[in-house]
C-alpha cells in the first residue's frame, strides 16, 4: 500500500486551483476538467477534488493498492468501515473507508488494462 497524494474537497476547482498555485507556488500536474486537479508541493502531491470527485468532505489520504478487494478486506477486518462502496472512477477503481477513529482515507488501483 503506497501513500501516493492528500485529496482536499473544494466547492470551486478554479478558485481553489489559483489559490493553491499563487499562494503556494505549486505547479499543477494534471487538471481533470472542473472536478480534478493534482499539484506537484515538493513533497507529497496534494489534488483537489470538487463535483462528481469530491468523495470526501474533508482531507483524506489516498492510497494506491495492487489488489482493492484484498485491501479492503484486510482494513476492514483491522476495524475501518467502508463509507463509500467501490466503484469505478473515470481513472481507477477507488473505496472510501474511514479509520477506527473516524477519519476518512480512499484506496485506489488501477483499472484493468
Not at 29 to 44: N, S
Not at 51 to 76: F, N, W
Request: net charge negative.
Amino acid at each position: 500500500m503506497q501513500l501516493t497524494m492528500l485529496i482536499q474537497p473544494v466547492d470551486d476547482l478554479a478558485t481553489a486551483a489559483d489559490f493553491y498555485r499563487d499562494a503556494f507556488g505549486y505547479t499543477e500536474k494534471f487538471r481533470d476538467g472542473a472536478r480534478f486537479c493534482l499539484f506537484d508541493t515538493g513533497a507529497l502531491p496534494l489534488a483537489l477534488a470538487a463535483g462528481e470527485e469530491r468523495l470526501t468532505e474533508r482531507a483524506a489520504p489516498v492510497y494506491h493498492v495492487d489488489d482493492i478487494g484484498a485491501a479492503l478486506t484486510r482494513l476492514t477486518a483491522a476495524g475501518s468501515r467502508v463509507l463509500r462502496p467501490l466503484e469505478q472512477g473515470p481513472h481507477e477503481w477507488r473505496a472510501v473507508l474511514a479509520d477506527p477513529a473516524g477519519n476518512p482515507l480512499i484506496l485506489t488501483a488501477r483499472l484493468a488494462a
